[in-house]
């Protein structure tokens, strides 16, 4: 269910748009209730590895961007900075200010919400991505710092070690990344994640 029939159909349009260019995505189409979306039901069979999660999303980045808007970082973040403590307040305006600073390309085709939830391995062995709805338009670097955000925040013990470990494993198989892009996103999927 989204918040307006014209947000689903908007959602509807994007999925159909990456299934017909061959990114792995269930059959999509809007119910007699205008603003609900029904998917083609795939039923899991174990876990996908990093390497063909990976491998699944770069598909996805190499779409052509038209009518996407521009990834917006923060986005999930602003709505929830009124509870939020002074320190982290003060560091998201930190990030805020390095990411303007960046002015990072933007180049490609990015899920904007990726982590493993994302990902559906069937029965016979093919990985799907699911939940496109936050598709938008950053470096491929985007999808990468928020999956290395999530595997640091998966295992008890000290961030700063987990961060640097989950940074490394991500970067090992995505190795034309760029290691400096990929961080400073990590960073801010952390402080959403928080």
């Known amino acids: 269910r989204y918040p307006t029939a014209k947000a689903a159909e908007l959602s509807r349009e994007r999925s159909t748009a990456a299934r017909n260019a061959g990114v792995a995505t269930p059959a999509v189409w809007q119910s007699a209730e205008a603003d609900v979306l029904c998917f083609d039901r795939i039923d899991a069979h174990g876990t996908a590895s990093l390497e063909t ?20 970082p923060f986005l999930r973040i602003r709505p929830r900075l009124t509870a939020a403590p002074s320190a982290i307040r003060a560091l998201v305006e930190e ?46 670097e985007a999808d990468l710092g928020n999956l290395a955000a999530w595997i640091a925040t998966q295992t008890p013990g000290q961030l700063v070690g987990l961060k640097t470990d989950a940074l490394v494993q ?15 996103f990590l960073d801010i999927a952390l402080v959403r994640r928080a």
Do not use: E, N
């Open 95 to 140: 990030l805020a200010a390095k990411d303007a600073a960046l002015a990072w390309p933007a180049k490609a085709v990015v899920h904007g919400d990726f982590h493993p939830g994302q990902v559906i391995r069937d029965q016979a062995g093919k990985v799907w991505l699911i939940d496109l709805d936050d598709l938008a338009v950053a470096p491929a």
């Open 170 to 184: 991500v970067l090992s198989i995505a190795s034309a990344a760029d290691p400096t892009l990929t961080a400073h």
């Open 53 to 72: 999660m990976l491998s699944t999303l770069s598909r996805l980045h190499q779409l052509p961007s038209t009518g996407l808007s521009r990834f917006d």
